[in-house]
């Protein structure tokens, strides 16, 4: 099944008040020159309790990642190993192995969004923005800087580090804890967060919608608060059954573009497509 891009998507990209939001599966498309991939979220808390010292841990790690509590098993994860030992955990999963932009990054990159937001930690998408003829008009703001409201009244591109960095791995966000603690000591980040859920289209790339309680929620809320005849979309895998899709899309007011299961080059050929007709419909209306 090819993705099919609507018609009122395309011009909302086109005329860029769509905001593309990332998830890890975009980082997933990358490579190391070597040949390493960014871990998925399982093989990165696995990893994470490999290096923890008591077996008691482990084993408790283990059973809440096998029973999907992630963000549980991150806490473990981050209090047995403490602060120093996990930050040079987060830096040898996401930097040290020198991750390259891929075709999608690069697709990404070419229809020229004017927000971004990511999820991942890894600095693969503002590598690549900031090596490029276009560097300047490009600024990163992680959920804790002070300046996303001013980056996004200027005309320069934004892009939206949700939970954080690897170039400062104590302040990344990634146990319910962490969680908590980022709403808290940056509501000014939430508060303009949730002024771009509901005053904007959305796509999402690489978010599989399996429990991110940060983006689930500002969907929600967006949705509750402002109800809208006009929905977010998201480029998803194929195979959930269809009552659980439709769930999700009625929750959260998102429609999903499936492609099939584990044929992830249908997505680059895809945003290949989408990339053209943006470039056909800005050659037109100047845009």
Same mark, same amino acid.
């Given at each position: 099944?090819?993705?099919?891009? %609507?018609?009122?998507?395309?011009?909302?990209?086109?005329?860029?008040?769509?905001?593309?939001?990332?998830?890890?599966?975009? @980082?997933?498309?990358?490579?190391?020159? @070597?040949?390493? #991939? /960014?871990? =998925?979220? !399982? !093989?990165? $808390?696995?990893?994470?309790?490999?290096?923890?010292?008591?077996?008691?841990?482990?084993?408790?790690?283990?059973?809440?990642?096998?029973?999907?509590?992630?963000? &549980?098993?991150?806490?473990?994860?981050? &209090?047995?190993?403490?602060?120093?030992?996990?930050?040079?955990?987060?830096?040898?999963?996401?930097?040290? /192995?020198?991750?390259?932009?891929?075709?999608?990054?690069?697709?990404?990159?070419?229809?020229? %969004?004017?927000?971004?937001? #990511? !999820?991942?930690? =890894?600095?693969?998408?503002?590598?690549?923005?900031?090596?490029?003829?276009?560097?300047?008009?490009?600024?990163?703001?992680?959920?804790?800087?002070?300046?996303?409201?001013?980056?996004?009244?200027?005309?320069?591109?934004? $892009?939206?580090?949700?939970?954080?960095?690897?170039?400062? /791995?104590?302040? $990344?966000?990634?146990?319910?804890?962490?969680?908590?603690?980022?709403?808290?000591?940056? /509501? *000014?980040?939430?508060?303009?967060?949730?002024?771009?859920?509901?005053?904007?289209?959305?796509?999402? $790339?690489? #978010?599989?919608?399996?429990? =991110?309680?940060?983006?689930?929620?500002?969907?929600?809320?967006?949705?509750?608060?402002? %109800?809208?005849?006009?929905? *977010?979309?998201?480029?998803?895998?194929?195979?959930?059954? %269809?009552?659980? !899709?439709?769930?999700?899309?009625?929750? +959260?007011?998102?429609?999903?573009?499936?492609?099939?299961?584990?044929? *992830? &080059?249908?997505?680059?050929?895809?945003?290949?497509?989408?990339?053209? &007709?943006?470039?056909? +419909?800005?050659?037109?209306?100047?845009?």
């Amino acid at each position: 099944m090819a993705i099919k891009w %609507p018609q009122s998507l395309l011009t909302e990209v086109a005329e860029r008040r769509c905001v593309v939001v990332l998830g890890a599966g975009a @980082s997933a498309s990358s490579a190391s020159a @070597s040949g390493v #991939t /960014p871990p =998925d979220w !399982t !093989t990165f $808390i696995e990893a994470g309790v490999g290096r923890m010292s008591s077996a008691g841990d482990r084993d408790a790690a283990m059973e809440l990642l096998r029973k999907g509590a992630a963000l &549980d098993a991150a806490q473990i994860v981050a &209090d047995s190993l403490g602060k120093a030992d996990f930050a040079l955990f987060i830096r040898d999963q996401f930097e040290k /192995p020198c991750f390259l932009p891929s075709e999608l990054h690069r697709l990404i990159l070419e229809i020229d %969004p004017k927000v971004m937001i #990511t !999820t991942n930690y =890894d600095t693969i998408l503002e590598s690549l923005a900031r090596g490029g003829a276009a560097a300047a008009g490009y600024n990163v703001c992680r959920y804790y800087d002070r300046h996303l409201i001013n980056d996004l009244r200027s005309n320069r591109r934004v $892009i939206i580090k949700a939970h954080g960095c690897v170039s400062d /791995p104590q302040n $990344i966000v990634l146990t319910r804890k962490q969680y908590f603690e980022a709403r808290r000591d940056s /509501p *000014h980040f939430y508060a303009a967060l949730d002024a771009i859920f509901l005053n904007s289209t959305l796509l999402f $790339i690489g #978010t599989g919608f399996m429990g =991110d309680p940060d983006i689930e929620l500002l969907l929600q809320t967006s949705y509750i608060a402002a %109800p809208s005849d006009h929905t *977010h979309y998201a480029v998803v895998q194929g195979g959930r059954h %269809p009552s659980v !899709t439709r769930a999700i899309e009625e929750t +959260y007011n998102i429609r999903f573009l499936e492609y099939e299961e584990g044929k *992830h &080059d249908q997505v680059v050929e895809a945003l290949r497509s989408l990339s053209a &007709d943006v470039s056909a +419909y800005r050659a037109v209306g100047g845009s």
